[in-house]
């Protein structure tokens, strides 16, 4: 225990452990709560060669394992590896962080368009949706991605993947196709924008769309047109 308490505090570059430590815990235990709470590469160093003990070093994954009676070119090349070691894993775990805090952002604006937006591939079936296109039937995305539009709108399903097959077929993008819709069991009409999901290679994977909720525009016009046509008749 003083060892982690004595490594927070310091928060060294590297640190040598005998494996034959005193205490509650032994140098393995040690190491792997070290590396653990404070990513601090340690390199373990025994006299023992025990089966069972080199097993359980090996598997906390020390930076290094240093038999003694300890030569000072063996020690110096494996400090320098571990510290090598441990400025690669530095830099990828950074590269990680950096990467999902770019994804969540991605997701964030995804979720964020007031539209419903969705890539789907050649076979139907849902890659992404965002947030107002899942809440709009009732489901998470979770429970959409991976499912066809018939799994999810059965009555629609049709007219909708011959758009989506017109727009990987052709790699052109059809625009402003106005279509009714049903979500949580009313009717609705949405204006909808498809284009060619294509990788950076140039191949057609899919289709993506972004659908805007036209209802109350269609209706007001839908109410207008009727009103004209009862001016006409009186």
Do not use: C
Request: charged share 30%; glycine share 6%; aromatic share 6%.
């Amino acid at each position: 225990k003083l060892a982690v308490k004595l490594a927070s505090e310091i928060t060294p570059d590297l640190i040598l452990m005998d494996v034959n430590l005193s205490g509650e815990m032994d140098g393995i235990e040690a190491a792997d709560r070290i590396h653990a709470k404070l990513g601090i590469p340690v390199v373990l160093v025994t006299a023992d060669v025990n089966e069972d003990r080199l097993k359980r070093a090996k598997a906390s994954m020390p930076y290094g394992y240093v038999m003694k009676p300890i030569r000072n070119h063996d020690l110096r090349v494996t400090i320098e590896m571990a510290l090598h070691v441990n400025e690669i894993d530095t830099k990828r775990q950074e590269a990680e962080a950096e990467l999902a805090r770019q994804k969540a952002e991605l997701q964030t604006l995804f979720d964020s368009v007031p539209a419903f937006v969705f890539y789907k591939d050649e076979n139907d079936l849902f890659l992404n949706v965002n947030k107002r296109l899942a809440d709009s039937f009732g489901l998470s995305k979770e429970e959409m991605i991976g499912k066809k539009s018939s799994e999810i709108s059965p009555a629609e399903d049709a007219s909708y993947q011959l758009d989506d097959l017109e727009v990987i077929r052709s790699g052109k993008p059809k625009l402003g196709i106005v279509e009714p819709f049903k979500a949580q069991g009313e009717i609705g009409w949405a204006e909808t924008d498809k284009i060619p999901y294509i990788d950076e290679k140039g191949d057609i994977l899919g289709v993506i769309g972004l659908s805007r909720d036209i209802t109350e525009h269609k209706l007001m016009e839908d109410a207008l047109r009727e009103s004209e046509e009862l001016h006409r008749i009186t």
